[in-house]
């Protein structure tokens, strides 16, 4: 069964970083896209950072320079380094991966990074 399991959230002060990590139970995990997004109070689910079969990676205008998606094939697992956290970055964030060629899409449970001073 696949299952993504999401780790490294909790509170931090801006300013601060967090590093949210993503392990995806999928053998084929190289074959999927992946992505981390977010949900803030009183806001829709936005795309944060992409990354792609090949590595290439895409973020939003919002955290472009402050964070950095990066996948590790060999552990299954998609991190995101989130510095220079400002308070609005508040958010659940979810992981997701979509199968490059089916386009079938998993999504972790999400993670609460909240920060605030």
């Known amino acids: 069964q696949v299952q993504l399991v999401e780790s490294g959230g909790g509170l931090v002060q801006p300013g601060g970083s967090l590093r949210l990590s993503c392990a995806f139970s999928s053998s084929m995990f190289s074959v999927y896209q992946m992505g981390w997004y977010r949900q803030a109070p009183g806001k829709q689910r936005e795309s944060v950072a992409r990354i792609t079969v090949a590595r290439s990676t895409n973020y939003s205008d919002s955290v472009k320079g402050r964070f950095t998606i990066s996948r590790d094939n060999t552990k299954n697992t998609v991190y995101l380094q989130m510095n220079s956290l400002k308070p609005e970055d508040t958010a659940v964030y979810y992981c997701?991966?979509?199968?490059?060629?089916?386009?079938?899409?998993?999504w972790g449970q999400g993670t609460q990074v909240t920060v605030s001073s």
């Open positions: 997701n991966g979509e199968h490059a060629v089916t386009h079938r899409v998993y």
